[in-house]
């Protein structure tokens, strides 16, 4: 089973919204945190936004106000809605799971945004 499934990705116009989904396997039983992040050719992975297992999220100053991460317990999955897209929102978008202290990184789903 693959440890990580991500989906939502895709081409979409400035402006345009796409929604992200994680799911988890659900083997993990011990989730501590979800956390989406990014990485453009030439540049470093960083940090989109997390959540963690309570609820608390945490967002980078490019996705506040134009980004909202939540999570279904009860499913395993992450979301990350993203509004008002920029071009400078185009990149690959990894998942990460944060499973016991053990962390896991999807395959990534690439997200780009153009007119």
């Known amino acids: 089973q693959v440890p990580i499934v991500e989906s939502g990705g895709g081409f979409v116009q400035p402006g345009g919204s796409l929604r992200l989904s994680c799911a988890a396997s659900g083997s993990f039983r011990n989730i501590v945190s979800f956390g989406w992040y990014r990485q453009s050719p030439g540049n470093q992975r960083e940090l989109v936004a997390s959540?963690?297992?309570?609820?608390?999220?945490n967002y980078a100053d490019s996705a506040k106000g134009r980004f909202t991460i939540s999570r279904d317990n009860a499913k395993n999955t992450a979301y990350l809605q993203m509004n008002s897209l920029e071009p400078g929102d185009t990149a690959v978008y990894y998942c990460r799971v944060n499973n016991g202290g053990v962390l896991y990184w999807g395959q990534g789903t690439q997200v780009t945004v153009s007119s």
């Open positions: 959540i963690t297992s309570i609820g608390m999220t």
